[in-house]
């Protein structure tokens, strides 16, 4: 009898890989952020990634992150890819599900995450986590008892293809 395999990828390494995976299909220049809501069975729930809403075209909106009029930086414009994999998901409640995301989430993801239900988030990347937002971010899911955690790689490279 032939055994199992044994370096199959755990579920973290799946989910955190769908997430990845998502933010490639971001345009952003600067910043390309995924995420991918999990069932508590380990079932994708949704999945997203940063950019413009349906119908506000990548090419006619700006992606600068400064600039002297205000109106042409793309923060005004960009929905976040926490809240876009929110804002995807057609199944009613996300009541107890799992984020995993590329960059720890803003105060205002943090609020979507907070009241849509998702009782847990395993973030990769923290590097806006002495700005305001983020700070804020981990105030509020502390104070709401969103299980956070630091997603931990186990090194081995994973690629895709044949």
Not at 47 to 75: H, Q, T, V
Not at 79 to 96: C, D, F, M, V
Not at 130 to 143: D, F, G, N, P
Request: proline share 3%; glycine share 8%.
């Amino acid at each position: 009898m032939t055994e199992k395999r044994k370096d199959y990828i755990t579920w973290d390494e799946y989910f955190m890989g769908v997430a990845k995976l998502s933010a490639m299909r971001s345009k952003d220049p600067n910043t390309q952020v995924g995420a991918c809501i999990v069932s508590d069975d380990n079932k994708i729930l949704s999945m997203g990634y940063n950019g413009f809403p349906i119908g506000c075209s990548d090419d006619e909106f700006p992606w600068a992150r400064e600039a002297e009029e205000p109106l042409d930086i793309k923060y005004l414009y960009s929905t976040h890819s926490e809240l876009n994999a929110i804002l995807n998901y057609r199944g009613g409640s996300l009541e107890g599900a799992k984020l995993y995301v590329t960059l720890f989430p803003c105060n205002e993801c943090a609020k979507a995450i907070i009241q849509c239900g998702i009782k847990e988030l395993v973030y990769e990347d923290d590097k806006y986590e002495k700005t305001t937002s983020v700070i804020a971010s981990k105030r509020m899911l502390k104070a709401a008892g969103v299980k956070v955690t630091r997603y931990e790689s186990s090194g081995r490279e994973i690629r895709m293809g044949l």
